[in-house]
């Protein structure tokens, strides 16, 4: 049975957990390394490069490109933001 103890330690623990994810980063590109960008644990972009060469392809493939990056690093701060709470009990 859980107690009103138990449930203060469990809330603490998973606000712990959230404010630990938060300083989280991952990079992620896209087009072999020609656009290249750092997401924070908040969802927000740290950087954000893209390759001197790029700037004379078309605007098109630029933006592909920059939301594919984006797109990666956003589901990778996820998965380890997930993988981090799931170790609630450690």
């Keep these: 049975m859980i107690n009103k103890k138990m449930m203060q330690e469990m809330q603490k ?3 712990k957990k959230i404010m630990e994810s938060q300083s989280f ?3 992620a590109e896209s087009g072999a ?3 290249k ?3 924070r ?3 927000t972009i740290k ?3 893209i390759d ?3 700037l004379s392809e078309d605007k098109e493939i630029m933006e592909d490109l920059i939301s594919a990056a984006v797109n990666k ?3 990778d701060i996820e998965v380890k933001k997930q993988e981090h709470m799931g170790g609630l009990n450690s």
Excluded: F, R
């Design 33 to 35: 390394g020609l656009v």
């Design 73 to 75: 690093g956003l589901k």
């Design 13 to 15: 623990n998973i606000e």
């Design 25 to 27: 980063e991952v990079e």
């Design 37 to 39: 960008v750092i997401i």
């Design 52 to 54: 001197d060469s790029l």
């Design 47 to 49: 950087e954000l490069k």
């Design 41 to 43: 644990g908040n969802s």
